[in-house]
């Protein structure tokens, strides 16, 4: 501490002290020097104690520091554990957390971005795009250079699941007619056909108009829970809880799509470019899905669902299983008329037509003229 201080430097012990020529000491015995001695002591002895409790509060904030590196050191290694970080990792990241604090700054590390794929990116990119066209500046007007029915890529997974749905439907048709049931082997062999159908489809939708994106993606969300509403009624004890987190994706697919078409349409009629004969057939999809979404609740309600409804209503399995089945095959179908529309097999009115009359209202009013009948309810 006396070395310290300024004016307090005395000789390191075992060195004789060398005056300066020019300099004579007085005698130890003088009574000037000796007062001059004490007030000279005096002065020092309260540099010194200055100079101790500044060192002893440098000595605190340095510890102070040194706990809060600790500190901050100890939560990135715990921080790097927990995400799977290798102790290496957490030392590295230790110690650029101490070399911030000694230098005087505070370095954050860069948040870890979350990988989001891409097919979840173009659904949302396609949600929110509201301003392209409709399907042609002459949507009534057939294309003329488009390509046939026999050239489209039909030897593929996408493909035979296509024609083997159709197939499928053909024979469900006859079955809605003679009044049978369909049978396990029926429920489960279409569910692997409309999973194959719009699994195989995701790697070319993302080339399409964001409205032909927004409709596969809301039709996939919307098949997810009818596979599911159908395995739960072909075996309750396995698949009746598989309708809670599906029905969630119906739920937000619904969404996704009517906010999507409503803004549309909507700014189609603020620009006098609005079609009314849309209206018909999002109207009509609307009502079944809102029969949807009440059966939907109906079952979320009852955790008994399938053992409290065969007591009123029989038949209600075999309904939801047909009503599931011809749901299946509406919505592929619909895709399938889009796929022709922009290959250019089959466009403008005649496309729109199709699509509204028997992707819609004629499946829908053949299976209530087929099931009316049975003891059932949907809802």
């Not at 590196?69 to 110690?95: F, L």
């Amino acid at each position: 501490l006396a070395f310290a201080v300024a004016g307090h430097a005395g000789t390191p012990a075992g060195l004789p002290f060398q005056s300066s020529p020019g300099r004579q000491l007085r005698p130890s015995n003088s009574p000037e020097l000796e007062g001059r001695d004490a007030a000279s002591a005096s002065r020092g002895g309260a540099r010194i104690w200055a100079a101790a409790a500044a060192s002893a509060a440098a000595l605190t904030t340095a510890l102070a520091v040194a706990r809060r590196a600790q500190r901050r050191a100890t939560g990135v290694r715990c921080r790097a554990h927990a995400a799977g970080g290798a102790p290496g990792i957490a030392r590295t990241q230790r110690q650029t957390a101490v070399a911030a604090v000694r230098g005087g700054t505070v370095e954050v590390p860069a948040a870890p971005q979350l990988d989001v794929p891409e097919e979840l990116q173009d659904i949302g990119v396609a949600g929110s795009d509201v301003e392209t066209p409709h399907w042609s500046d002459k949507p009534m007007e057939q294309a003329k250079d488009g390509l046939t029915l026999e050239q489209l890529d039909w030897p593929n997974a996408h493909g035979f699941a296509c024609g083997a749905s159709g197939v499928l439907f053909l024979g469900e048709l006859v079955r809605f007619v003679l009044g049978q049931p369909p049978s396990d082997v029926e429920c489960y062999f279409a569910a692997i056909c409309y999973a194959v159908i719009y699994a195989s489809r995701f790697e070319g939708i993302r080339t399409l108009a964001p409205h032909f994106r927004v409709t596969f993606y809301a039709t996939t969300g919307w098949t997810i829970y009818y596979i599911a509403h159908l395995l739960a009624a072909t075996n309750p004890d396995i698949f009746a809880h598989s309708v809670y987190p599906a029905g969630i994706v119906f739920l937000a697919s619904s969404i996704y799509f009517y906010k999507h078409w409503t803004e549309r349409m909507y700014r189609h009629f603020v620009e006098d470019r609005f079609r009314p004969y849309y209206v018909p057939g999002l109207a009509g999809l609307m009502y079944f899905h809102w029969l949807d979404t009440v059966d939907l609740f109906n079952q979320w309600l009852d955790p008994q669902y399938w053992e409290h409804v065969v007591v009123d209503l029989p038949d209600q399995a075999w309904t939801i299983q047909d009503v599931r089945l011809t749901g299946l095959f509406m919505s592929s179908m619909a895709l399938f008329m889009i796929t022709l529309h922009n290959k250019g097999v089959l466009t403008g009115g005649t496309n729109t037509l199709i699509t509204v009359l028997f992707t819609i209202f004629v499946p829908a009013l053949f299976l209530t003229g087929t099931h009316a009948t049975l003891q059932a309810s949907f809802p």
